[in-house]
């Protein structure tokens, strides 16, 4: 019997005891599907730090498959069209070019304002009594900030909430035709939004506006294309996860009774990476070997694919005293935004969102209570995460 299953409905609800006897029989195991899985905490932050291992495996598997595609008349150009300046998926110099195109240019002033605004206009949205908490809240936070933070109508925030939803299954490991075609119709969807915003000269202020002025004096400027890609990217990148890790983190803590614990503290940063590292939203990356290499005994050739278990490696017993508890007082150095030079360039916003969320949630209803247990889940391996969480609050 195979030791990973990570498709299994059973593993989807909880990985985690699949990464422990992964980690116990064989931390560094070959899949049924080819691929090399790691579990382990240093050998999973070794090979994010290392430069041997490159991050353009998913690109290349998707242009490959997408080529493959065309010759049986499907057309999915789309896809590789929106994520051809992904930047988790780039490898330097590109990956350099596009990450400091962004990183020098977004002006983070006044993000926490904005943040706390559309909290309270959503908990303000609230009944006290018994509501979806993920439906109501979880799913809508992440669209409303990251539309105002990028200048774009707040109108629009569902939509692009919805084509996000479609769009993160790209960092999937296991996709389907099915699956695939839905992405390729999110991805042209888009391309045609962001490349009308590119051409809009009334675009509200916000980082849009402000990248593509940026652009214009730039010595050798992004061209549409790229420029429509980023945008999708900068979107689906800092409005997903972040509504995953709203939804789990609020579970957690009402499961494991900490509002009394989290309700009186004045800040909830060091808390926040605690959450992070239990039940990463981010569960699993993907990196391909540039050369031959030797991780503990397992020699690993050029060109083979590495699937790295972030969660497994945020709950090694070796990284973390009693991993599987939840320690606020711990401050860990988990690997949930990566580590080295694919680290997450969002992961101030991530944590910024789920800060002032929760402590807003935390102290506007009392006695959060679970009615029934986290429903519709992904139907993503990389990604943890549901879109239905029935709680009751007086």
């Keep these: 019997m195979s030791l990973w299953n990570p498709l299994s ?57 997408v080529e493959y595609l065309a010759q049986k008349d499907i057309d ?32 983070k002033n006044g993000v926490e304002k904005i943040i706390e605004k559309n909290t309270k206009i959503l908990i303000n949205q609230i009944k006290t009594g018994e509501f979806d908490i993920v439906e109501s809240f979880a799913a809508k936070l992440p669209s409303m900030t990251t539309a105002r933070i990028m200048g774009l109508p707040m109108a629009d925030h569902q939509y692009l909430h919805d084509l996000s939803s479609e769009m993160i299954k790209a960092l999937d490991l296991y996709v389907d035709l099915k699956e695939l075609v839905r992405l390729n119709d999110a991805s042209k969807k888009f391309i045609e939004y962001f490349r009308e915003k590119i051409n809009d000269h009334n675009l509200d202020d916000g980082l849009l506006k402000h990248l593509l002025a940026i652009n214009k004096k730039a010595t050798e400027p992004l061209n549409e294309k790229e420029l429509t890609s980023v945008f999708i990217f900068l979107f689906v990148a800092s409005e997903e996860t972040s509504v995953s890790f709203l939804g789990t983190t609020l579970f957690n803590v ?21 959450f992070l590292r239990y039940d ?15 991780i503990g005994n397992t020699k690993i050739k050029q060109g083979d694919t ?3 278990c972030i969660g497994a490696a945020n709950r ?7 991993p599987n508890e939840i320690q606020l007082d711990r401050n860990p150095k988990h690997l949930t935004f990566g580590k080295g030079t694919h680290y997450c360039l969002g992961d101030w916003l991530a944590k910024s969102v789920a800060e002032i969320a929760i402590k807003e949630v935390l102290v506007s209803f009392k ?5 029934s247990p986290p429903a519709n889940w992904y ?16």
């Design 379 to 394: 139907n993503n391996i990389a990604i943890r995460g549901f879109r239905s969480l029935r709680v009751s609050a007086s």
């Design 280 to 294: 990463s939203p981010v569960q699993l990356l993907g990196r391909i070997a540039s050369e031959d290499a030797v």
């Design 306 to 308: 590495l699937t790295l």
């Design 76 to 107: 999915l150009a789309y896809i590789a069209e929106a994520m051809n300046n992904f930047i988790l998926q780039l490898d330097p110099p590109a990956h350099t070019r596009i990450r400091r195109f962004v990183t020098e240019n977004w002006d």
């Design 254 to 274: 009402i499961h494991h009774g900490l509002q009394p614990t989290l309700i009186n503290k004045s800040t909830l940063k060091t808390k926040i990476e605690e």
């Design 316 to 322: 090694d017993p070796e990284a973390f005293v009693n």
């Design 9 to 65: 409905p059973e593993n989807i609800h909880n990985p985690y005891p699949m990464y422990e006897q992964l980690r116990a029989e064989s931390p560094i195991y070959k899949a049924q599907t080819g691929e090399w899985i790691f579990t382990k905490y240093e050998d999973v932050k070794y090979i994010l730090t290392n430069r041997s291992f490159g991050s353009g495996n998913r690109k290349n598997w998707i242009d490959r498959g």
């Design 367 to 371: 006695n959060l209570q679970i009615v």
